[in-house]
Every structure is written in C-alpha cells, then in structure tokens.
C-alpha cells in the first residue's frame, strides 16, 4: 500500500509507476494486472471487486487516482479496506491535496504504508535541483548557468521543462552548456516582474534591464513590474529592521522561512541610505505608472537601474 500525496501532477505520475515497476518486480510478474480507479466517478463496491481475491491469487496493482475529489463510497471503502488489505494486492491512492478524505488518509498512514510526498516546485532553487536530478539520472552534465537559464526559459510548467532535460540529453553530446540551453530556448525566456525584482536588488543592473525588457515585451504590465519592486524592497526593509534593538522579531514579519533567509543574505549588499534611496524611487515610479506619468516604461526602467545601482554590491 502507498499513498502518494501532493498537488505536482508530474511527480505524482513518476511516484505510481515507480510502485507498479516495483510491485512488477516484486512479483516477478511481467503481466501483472493493473486496474484504474477515478475518484471523481467512484461507484460503491468498485474496490472490493478489484481487490477481490482471484482464482488463481495472482498479484495485482490497484491505482486509486484524484482521491480528493473522490466520492463517499470512496473515502469510506478505502480506509476500511485498508484496515483488512487483501496480500496480493498493491493500492496505490494519489490524492493532490485538500481536506476531503480526511479519514481516508488518516486510515492508510495508520497502517505505516509509504507515503511519497509530491509538494509543487515553487521556488527555482528546487526546480533546478529537480533539473539536475534530471540530468545525473541520465548520466550527463550540464552547467550551472545552463541549469538557471532553462529554469528561466521553461520553469512555469515542471512537465515542460522535464520533456526539455529528455531533449537536451537525446539531441546533444557532452556537458549541456549555456550555449546549447540558449540555442534551444532562448525565445523561451519567462521572465514576471519578481525576476525583475530579484535581479535589481542583487544589484545587476544589465541583468534587470534586460528581464524587465524581455517582461514588457511578453505583455507584463509596467504597474505589475513596479509593484514586484515594492514588495521586494519592503520585504529587505522588515528584515533590516530586526537588525536594530527593539526592531520586530522574525517570526513578526509575516515571511516564509525562504523568503526571510533570502531577505538576509541579499541584505549584505545594502546599506540604510541604498534601501532609503530605492524606495523613494519605487515609490516615485508608482505615482507615474498610474498616471502621474507620460511613459510609463520609461519610469519603470529608471526605477529598476536606479534600484540596482543603489545597491553597495
């Protein structure tokens, strides 16, 4: 029994075949019957005659797939089945998150099964240790900054960007280099007005502009780059104010753990009058994004270089 639990449709699909390869293998059985259960159109009693036992007690694999959303019958035939398992079978129940099937889930991680976590990848230092992943399993090297730029150009969607390791790997010879990722998917740059953000505050000034440039081009609002700035620069200025007797505590800050290591490291290359300097100019440019202003992506333009260059790198 496995119950493999988490909202990324891409690892969920790796987790299930990793368990009927295994319960294959286990068995010894190349032609091991494999039976699909939708939650959402659950009927009672579909389990007990998928689980029931065979004439001749050959191992099967039982997938209960959307448990979320799974009916009743489902959430109340499952976790009394578990209770009792028939020995040879494998459930294997993928539920994508939610609170619906409380008791179903609370019964089967009673039992001690397995349970593979497959949480989204939201922040790129993840998808690009997932990238890596990729590319060690399949035996081939790929470059720090290649690793970054196709997390740039395909990180949106984790199913794309592992078809473009897959590619990478079967087209090319070698350590895949920048190069390569910028032959394939340079036209492909994501870029919102957070990587502008980030790039700005790091004090990359070229970097900045030229995401901030790739961003307008693909329709990103200047009001949505601006705001990106702000909210980074509050987020620096919450955390510089720990720093002082009497400041806020961290856990006040109303910050993800990520984000307040982030906030902390990016501050070394800022200085009170830096931050003082690139919030005014935030601020400034907020006003004319909204219509203080004739052009708005000039005033967005010179709020990013003026931010990155308030930096003390």
Do not use: N
Request: net charge neutral; proline share 4%; hydrophobic share 45%.
């Amino acid at each position: 029994m496995i119950l493999v639990s988490g909202p990324e449709g891409l690892l969920a699909e790796r987790a299930v075949e990793r368990a009927v390869a295994l319960a294959r293998e286990s068995a010894g059985a190349e032609g091991l019957e494999r039976t699909d259960v939708a939650g959402p159109t659950y009927e009672a009693g579909r389990l007990a005659v998928a689980t029931s036992p065979s004439l001749f007690g050959e191992p099967r694999v039982v997938v209960v797939d959307d448990a979320q959303l799974g009916t009743d019958a489902l959430v109340t035939e499952v976790a009394d089945y578990v209770a009792a398992p028939e020995p040879d079978v494998t459930l294997v129940v993928v539920h994508r998150g939610g609170q619906r099937g409380k008791r179903m889930l609370d019964a089967i991680k009673a039992t001690g099964a397995p349970v593979v976590v497959c949480d989204a990848l939201k922040r790129d230092s993840d998808k690009e240790d997932f990238v890596r992943a990729e590319f060690r399993a399949a035996g081939r090297r790929i470059d720090a900054e290649a690793v970054q730029g196709l997390v740039a150009a395909l990180g949106s969607d984790l199913r794309e960007l592992a078809s473009s390791c897959s590619q990478l790997v079967a087209d090319t010879t070698g350590t895949v280099t920048t190069a390569v990722v910028d032959r394939y998917y340079g036209g492909r740059m994501e870029v919102t007005g957070f990587r502008v953000a980030d790039a700005a505050a790091a004090g990359r000034a070229a970097d900045a502009v030229t995401l901030l440039r790739h961003a307008l081009a693909s329709g990103v609002d200047p009001v949505v780059v601006v705001a990106a700035l702000a909210l980074k620069l509050r987020q620096l200025a919450k955390v510089a104010a720990t720093r002082s007797a009497g400041g806020p505590r961290p856990q006040e800050l109303g910050l993800a753990p990520w984000q307040l290591e982030r906030a902390r490291k990016e501050l070394v290359r800022w200085t009170p009058e830096g931050l003082a300097t690139a919030i005014t100019a935030v601020a400034r440019a907020d006003e004319e994004v909204k219509g203080a202003g004739r052009d708005p992506v000039y005033s967005v333009e010179r709020a990013v270089l003026t931010v990155a260059r308030a930096t003390s790198r």
